[in-house]
């Protein structure tokens, strides 16, 4: 077993393009967040949180950064995860929280756009499978100067989020 362990090792440094894959595995490794990156923006890991499974909406967060001098905007989303997915904003309106839809949402000029519960979101409508815990499902975000990017979003606990919306209160 150790010879072949050896061998396997040896072999594998020994290889030009494996420098690189272990490059990558220890970028991944050190990043829970996982960052992408696309022209200007900083794309973290988006996520969801898990739902009953009769749920027929839910939601996907997200934070972007742009690093650039331009403001740019996000304009639309698509998941095959749902039947309609719309850019949405939550509101105050006579005491109570509303959700409406927005047409864009600005990713201001060296600054940070945080969708989060309670504010900016990507509504799902129309669910195809359920939000379970510990689950991925793919999302397309398209921005109008950086065009568009596919990332994967996480499904994360039913209580996710909860303690910072709650300090917004
Ligand atoms: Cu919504």
Known sequence: MRHSFLYTAILATTLSFAPISFAEEYQHSNNTEYVQQLAGLQVEQ????????????????????????KADRLISAYSPMAEKTELHNHIHQDGLMKMVEVEAIEVPANGTLELKPGSYHVMLIG???????????????????????????????????????????
């Not at 065009?147 to 917004?168: C, Q, R, W, Y």
């Open 46 to 69: 988006p996520w969801s949180r898990a739902l009953p499974p009769t749920a027929h909406t839910g939601a996907t967060f997200v934070n972007i950064h742009n690093s650039s001098t």
């Open 127 to 169: 669910l195809k499978q359920p939000l379970k815990e510990g689950e991925h499902f793919p999302i397309r975000l398209d921005f109008e100067q950086a065009g568009s990017i596919d990332l994967e979003v996480v499904v994360k606990d039913m209580n996710a989020g909860t303690a910072a919306e709650h300090m917004e209160r």
